[in-house]
């Protein structure tokens, strides 16, 4: 292309520079703002993928969490020490 070709396209009407407040469908803010958050977060969820919870029946949405604690009480005595004295004779 010469120097005229460049010319005549740049004489164009779509050749004018419009602002655009939207880039597709989104405002141009939000999508700024989503980005940055998926930069800041895509490091923690691609760590996130190699998580392993102690239990295999639980799962990361209720990872840690007991259904219902239990106890078993046992007939042995266990040695006290002063302070768990103290408290018993109260």
């Known amino acids: 292309m010469d120097v005229r070709q460049y010319a005549f396209l740049a004489r164009q009407p779509s050749a004018a520079v419009k602002t655009r407040e ?32 102690a239990n295999p029946n639980t799962s990361l949405d209720r990872a840690g969490m007991l259904e219902e604690p239990t106890f078993t009480p046992t007939k042995e005595k266990v040695h006290r020490d002063s302070r768990q004295a103290e408290a018993g004779k109260e």
């Open 22 to 53: 939207h880039f597709w469908g989104m405002p141009k803010r939000g999508l700024a703002f989503l980005l940055a958050n998926v930069m800041f977060w895509q490091p923690m969820w691609a760590q996130a993928d190699g998580i392993v919870v």
